[in-house]
C-alpha cells in the first residue's frame, strides 16, 4: 500500500491551510500587534502635542501605518509557511502534520483532546473561538538514545502531545479532521467537537502529561507578559523622556533638556541619540568637558552617528585642534554626503583655515541643496557675516525668515546685518 515514490498511499485528503481564516488571522492579528506597538510611542509623543485631538490623529496614524504593515508581512509569512509545510497529510496507516514530519501511526495515538482558546481568540481578533486539537502520541523510551531533559520527562510519560491550530483551516475542515482522526485511532466519531478521546490504558498518564503542559503554558505565558510589559513600560518611558527634552531644547531650555536626556540615557545607555542630544545640551550650557565625553559615549554605542561626529568637530575647531575637527568631517562626508550640517561646519573649519574660497564653495552647496532648510540658511548666513558680507547674510537670513516666521534667529541676523553694513558705510 506505497505510492512510487516510497509514501503511504493518502486515504482521504491533504489539508492545507485556508485562505480566509490565514486572512481573518492576519488582520486580527495585525490589530494586537500595531496596538501593542503604539503603546509606547502613545506616551512617547504626549510632549510633542499641543491638545488631544491633534495626539489622537498622530496616534492613529502610527496605528495604521502599523496594522498595514503586520498584515500584509504576516500573510505573506502564512502564505510561505502554507507553501514550505504543505499541510496535513491523512494517510492510510496514520498522519503527518507537516510536509517532512515524521508519520504518526493511528494506533500510537493514545488521546484527541480539542479545547476552546477563547483568550487567544479575543486577543488576536478572531470571529470564531480558537481550538486547540492536541494529539497524544505513545513514544517508547530508547534507554540507549541520549535525552535531554524535555525529551525525558516527556519518554518517561510515553505520551508526546502534538497541536494543532483550528485557525489555520475552516471550521468545518478542522471538524472533518477531528472526526476522522477518532474513527481512525479510536473506531468511533465524537458528536461534540470540544471533547477529549483517550484510550482507558492512558487514561492516568494522559492527566499527568495534561497537567504539565498546562503548567507550562501558563509559566510561558506568565513570562511572555512580563517581558512585554517591561518592554513596553521601557520605550515609553525613554520616548517620552527624550521627548521632552527635545522640547525643552526647542525652547532654548538646556538645563531642563539635559536632565530628560539624562534621565533617557539612565533607562537605556545604549541610546545613542540621547547621549548625543545630551551632549548638545551641556555645550549650550557651557560645560564643554561633560559634552565631549558624552559624544564620545554616543560613538562608542554607535559609531557612524554622524550628529555626534560633528558636534566633536564643533568642539575641536572652538579649542582649535583643527586637524582633528578635519579628520572627523572627513570621515562624516562619507557617511551623509548630503548633510547640511556637515557642510556648514567644514565652512566654519576653512574659515578658520583662512581658505575663503573653499568656504564659499561648501556654503553655495548648502544653498543648493537645503533650499527649503531655515535653521541651515541660518548657519549659512551667519558665516556670510563673519566673512562681512553682509548682503548675501541678509538675504539669506530673509529666506530662512520666510520659511520660518518664528525663527528668531533669522530675526536677531537681520538687525545684525543692518547694523554691521550701517557701520560698513560709515566707516567708508
Not at 476522522?180 to 477529549?196: A, E, N, T, W, Y
Request: hydrophobic share 45%.
Amino acid at each position: 500500500m506505497s505510492s512510487s515514490n516510497g509514501e503511504p498511499r493518502c486515504l482521504r485528503y491533504q489539508l492545507n491551510s485556508n485562505d480566509r481564516s490565514m486572512v481573518g488571522l492576519a488582520l486580527g492579528s495585525a490589530c494586537t500587534v500595531s496596538t501593542l506597538i503604539c503603546l509606547p510611542d502613545a506616551v512617547g509623543i504626549i510632549p510633542t502635542v499641543p491638545d488631544l485631538l491633534h495626539w489622537t490623529v498622530r496616534l492613529l496614524g502610527l496605528w495604521l501605518s502599523a496594522f498595514t504593515l503586520w498584515s500584509l508581512s504576516c500573510l505573506a509569512l502564512l502564505h510561505l509557511a502554507r507553501f514550505a509545510c504543505g499541510g496535513i497529510i491523512l494517510y492510510e496507516r496514520g498522519i503527518k502534520l507537516w510536509r517532512f514530519g515524521k508519520l504518526i501511526a493511528w494506533s500510537d495515538v493514545s488521546a484527541a483532546v480539542v479545547e476552546k482558546q477563547p483568550l487567544f481568540s479575543f486577543a488576536f481578533g478572531l470571529t470564531s473561538v480558537a481550538r486547540r486539537l492536541t494529539l497524544y502520541e505513545e513514544k517508547v523510551a530508547n534507554p540507549a538514545q541520549s535525552l535531554g531533559n524535555w525529551q525525558r520527562m516527556m519518554a518517561a510519560s510515553r505520551l508526546m502531545p502534538q497541536s494543532i491550530p483550528s485557525f489555520h483551516f475552516a471550521e468545518d475542515e478542522f471538524r472533518s479532521l477531528f472526526a476522522h482522526i477518532c474513527k481512525m485511532s479510536f473506531g468511533f466519531v465524537p458528536h461534540s467537537l470540544d471533547c477529549c478521546v483517550f484510550s482507558p490504558d492512558a487514561a492516568a498518564v494522559l492527566r499527568a502529561t495534561s497537567k504539565r503542559a498546562s503548567l507550562m503554558r501558563v509559566v510561558l505565558s506568565l513570562i511572555i507578559a512580563c517581558g512585554l510589559v517591561t518592554f513596553l513600560g521601557r520605550r515609553a518611558a525613554i520616548n517620552y523622556c527624550y521627548n521632552a527634552g527635545s522640547q525643552y531644547f526647542t525652547k532654548m531650555d538646556y538645563a531642563s533638556a539635559a536632565r530628560q536626556y539624562r534621565l533617557a540615557t539612565k533607562i537605556d545607555p545604549t541610546f545613542a541619540q540621547a547621549w548625543d542630544q545630551l551632549a548638545r545640551s551641556e555645550l549650550r550650557q557651557g560645560d564643554l568637558g561633560p559634552a565631549e565625553q558624552h559624544w564620545r559615549r554616543a560613538l562608542q554605542m554607535k559609531p557612524d552617528l554622524v550628529e555626534s561626529k560633528v558636534g566633536l568637530s564643533c568642539l575641536y575647531i572652538y579649542r582649535g585642534d583643527l586637524q582633528a575637527a578635519r579628520v572627523l568631517l572627513a570621515q562624516c562626508a562619507c557617511l551623509a554626503p548630503h548633510n547640511s550640517a556637515v557642510y556648514l561646519t567644514q565652512a566654519a573649519l576653512y574659515l578658520k583655515l583662512g581658505d575663503y574660497r573653499q568656504v564659499h564653495s561648501l556654503l553655495a552647496v548648502v544653498e543648493r541643496e537645503s533650499a527649503a532648510n531655515a535653521s541651515a540658511l541660518v548657519a549659512a548666513a551667519r558665516i556670510y557675516w563673519q566673512l562681512k558680507e553682509y548682503e548675501q547674510s541678509y538675504l539669506l537670513a530673509g529666506k530662512a525668515l520666510r520659511l520660518d516666521p518664528s525663527c528668531s534667529d533669522a530675526v536677531a541676523l537681520l538687525r545684525l546685518c543692518k547694523l554691521s553694513a550701517s557701520i560698513k558705510r560709515q566707516d567708508r
